[in-house]
């Protein structure tokens, strides 16, 4: 079968419908039968031929007229489903009988033998009986089979189920005109869990040995402390600040030195503004050392207590003040 005389088939069916003199059925469903067949027409024409084949069988489950197994013929054809497309002419030409005009006949005959020669028959049994059997994910029948499987020729799926049993797969490859014989072992069936002879009782724990309980204790966890650290850092960077200022008050003192003829209000300002800023800067860098000192005695000293309540020793820190510094000594 060629796609233009398949094109033509679909053209013509448009025309006629679904003959009128098979239709023994109620009017909804030949009317529903005819609307089918009219709209695979269409999605033959749009080569869609899936849908195409949808309908017709549609149409033909509802008023299996002969004529409509030309176009499940030609639809399966297209989607290069062989075996589809020889069950399809065979079935027409037995069910056409005289019906058939001569040439037609001899067409779909010639047909028939191009089909034949793309297609294997499998004969196919299983180690267990009733188990259900699929082709590319298509039903086929129950074991025992009545008849080989009729194959298009390629890589074939098939898939064996049986209830209570896993499902077993087999992919073959065939080619036009083989006849093979494929026989699937079907596993035993899975037997059921044993069922248990009562409720199981959860063993006692064992004794807890002396001190467990107060090893499960929480421990406690101390902080370090924040607001000294913040203090610290705040005097730290206002140190750094107006040590930044005292260096430009420098420059400026420097500068009116530098002048001729100097102004002596004007250099006093500056000498006065430089020893504000440095001796800020002194006060503000100490009191960040002494602070820092205290926040990490209170972080050193806030220790974690030891296994069994014991609680560490605390550290001892003492300031010392020489002439040009300040200086912390304590044993950890």
């Known amino acids: ?34 609307a089918r ?28 007229a002969f004529q409509v197994l030309y176009n499940v013929a030609g639809a399966c054809y297209q989607l290069r489903d062989y075996a589809c497309a020889l069950r399809a002419f065979e079935r027409y030409l037995a069910d056409g009988g005289a019906q058939i005009a001569a040439d037609r006949r001899t067409a779909v005959e010639r047909d028939i033998a191009v089909l034949r020669g793309r297609v294997a028959t499998v004969a196919l049994s299983t180690s267990a009986p009733d188990v ?47 006849q093979l014989e494929l026989r699937i072992e079907i596993p035993a069936a899975q037997a059921p869990p044993a069922a248990s002879a009562g409720p199981r009782l959860a063993a006692p724990p064992p004794p807890e040995r002396p001190g467990a309980a107060a090893d499960r204790a929480p421990r406690r966890e101390r902080s370090a402390p924040v607001l000294p650290w913040i203090a ?39 000498r006065t503004r430089t020893a504000t800023l440095a001796l800020t800067a002194d006060l503000l860098a100490g009191a960040a050392v002494v602070v820092g000192g205290v926040a990490l005695y209170l972080t050193v000293a806030g220790g974690s207590e030891r296994p069994g309540g014991a609680r560490a020793a605390s550290p001892s820190i003492r300031a010392a003040v020489a002439p040009s510094s300040l200086r912390l000594l304590g044993a950890f």
């Open 132 to 178: 259900e059997i699929s082709v590319d994910d298509v039903p086929v029948g129950r074991t025992p089979l009545a008849e080989p499987l009729l194959l298009s020729a390629g890589r074939r799926r098939i898939v064996a189920t049986a209830a209570g049993r896993p499902a077993v797969t087999r992919v073959i490859d065939v080619a036009g005109g083989d």
């Open 1 to 34: 079968m060629t796609t233009s005389r398949a094109l033509a088939l679909a053209a013509a069916a448009i025309v006629s419908g679904l003959p009128g003199g098979a239709l023994a059925r109620p009017a909804d469903k030949t009317a529903e039968a005819d």
């Open 232 to 270: 610290t850092g705040a005097l730290a960077a206002g140190a750094a600040v107006t040590g930044v200022l005292a260096l430009g008050a420098s420059g400026d003192l420097d500068a009116e030195l530098g002048t001729f003829p100097g102004d002596a209000r004007a250099i006093e300002r500056a």
């Open 37 to 64: 067949f009219r709209r695979g027409v269409e999605l033959y024409e749009e080569a869609d031929y899936s849908a195409a084949l949808t309908e017709f069988r549609r149409a033909y489950a509802l008023a299996p």
